[in-house]
């Protein structure tokens, strides 16, 4: 059985140890999680630190003092034996077994071991493998189903170092930080799970908050570093890719102020680039020729145009009058027109509709989308 196995690989050492007490600095004992060729396994390690003493002894005792391995093996699957449940449950007799014997070994060790001695046990409470496996099995036994969905696991075991990591970085960062969204309202707003936003905060560097120690229940991501982050990685694996309305769901929810400011001013650059002006002269579908006096946009982003008649000699009108773009046919520019009424000295509609045929552009009426990106 690995629990006896285990047990005698430890006790063993610690037997050794002890006899040897006068020459041991400090006794550790740790395990790792290791991969090949289809393998997974844990090594246990039993390592000793010696002191002063032990190197004042002729090299051969030194060399002879302590026999054995100072590791064991622990299979949790093979190449050919990789069934999902078996794993699971591999990792979770390990946790028992290794708790039971390092509680024994470490009771023997200080109570034989000289007193200035250091004992170091590496805690298996904090392994994110074990922990999620418990939880896995956990939620999958109250469903009545018995196949832990290993991958989904899996990725939550190699994010659970990096977020907790990222989110001792991002302390000073956050100080007086106030607005956070979870990885779980993105989910549930965007339909974005959270092993995918979490992977995105990782390899983004986005400063956030971890809630659960053992195993990460929820992570809270701040709102405006999140939106710099998306905003900027405009690539095949940004934001469009992976989070198409998230940005927009972010402006809606935490920024509405940001949000009209960023559309204010898209409006402006907008307004400040259409194709009409004031000053310039427009033809309505009706065939009128009058000019523009202001042109605005509605807060359906529906762009009016208000302009002057233009009377028969070219002179304006004191009324006006305001219409929406779908009202306009085409537009003559304004230094078009100055053109037309420096080179020619009578000044008539009907010759200056005639002169425009050539020189009108036609409006497209193309929709303004405010676009927060």
Not at 35 to 62: H, M, W
Not at 333 to 338: I, L, P, Q, S, V
Request: proline share 3%; charged share 25%; aromatic share 12%.
């Amino acid at each position: 059985m690995d629990s006896v196995k285990l047990a005698e690989f430890l006790f063993t050492r610690i037997r050794q140890t002890i006899v040897q007490k006068r020459y041991i600095k400090e006794v550790k004992i740790g395990y790792s999680y290791g991969e090949s060729y289809g393998n997974t396994y844990i090594t246990v390690t039993y390592s000793l630190l010696a002191n002063d003493d032990f190197r004042k002894l002729p090299l051969l005792d030194q060399h002879t003092m302590f026999q054995g391995s100072t590791h064991y093996i622990y299979s949790l699957s093979s190449n050919a034996q990789r069934y999902e449940r078996y794993k699971i449950n591999r990792i979770i007799a390990f946790k028992n077994i290794y708790e039971s014997v390092t509680a024994y070994a470490t009771l023997q060790l200080e109570a034989n071991l000289l007193p200035d001695t250091a004992i170091k046990i590496d805690s298996i409470h904090l392994w994110p493998n074990v922990n999620y496996a418990e939880k896995y099995l956990s939620e999958l036994v109250d469903r009545q189903h018995f196949y832990p969905h290993i991958d989904e696991m899996g990725t939550n075991i190699w994010q659970w170092e990096p977020l907790h990591q990222l989110a001792l970085e991002s302390k000073k960062e956050l100080l007086g930080e106030r607005r956070f969204i979870s990885d779980l309202e993105i989910f549930e707003s965007c339909g974005f799970s959270t092993t995918t936003t979490r992977r995105y905060i990782i390899h983004s560097r986005i400063p956030i908050k971890v809630k659960g120690l053992k195993i990460i229940n929820l992570v809270l991501i701040s709102v405006p570093a999140l939106l710099h982050a998306l905003k900027t990685n405009n690539s095949p694996d940004g934001y469009s890719f992976h989070f198409p309305g998230l940005i927009e769901y972010l402006y809606n929810n935490y920024l509405p102020d940001e949000k009209a400011t960023i559309i204010q001013q898209k409006v402006a650059a907008y307004l400040r680039d259409f194709i009409i002006q004031i000053g310039d002269l427009i033809e309505l579908n009706d065939n009128r020729v009058v000019q523009v006096v202001s042109v605005n946009m509605d807060a359906a982003y529906l762009i009016h145009v208000t302009y002057s008649i233009l009377k028969s000699d070219l002179q304006l009108g004191d009324r006006t009058r305001t219409v929406n773009i779908s009202y306009i046919s085409s537009v003559l520019k304004a230094a078009d027109f100055k053109e037309y009424l420096h080179n020619n000295s009578i000044k008539r509609l009907s010759l200056l509709k005639r002169w425009m045929e050539k020189r009108k552009m036609k409006v497209v009426k193309q929709q303004f989308i405010p676009d927060v990106r």
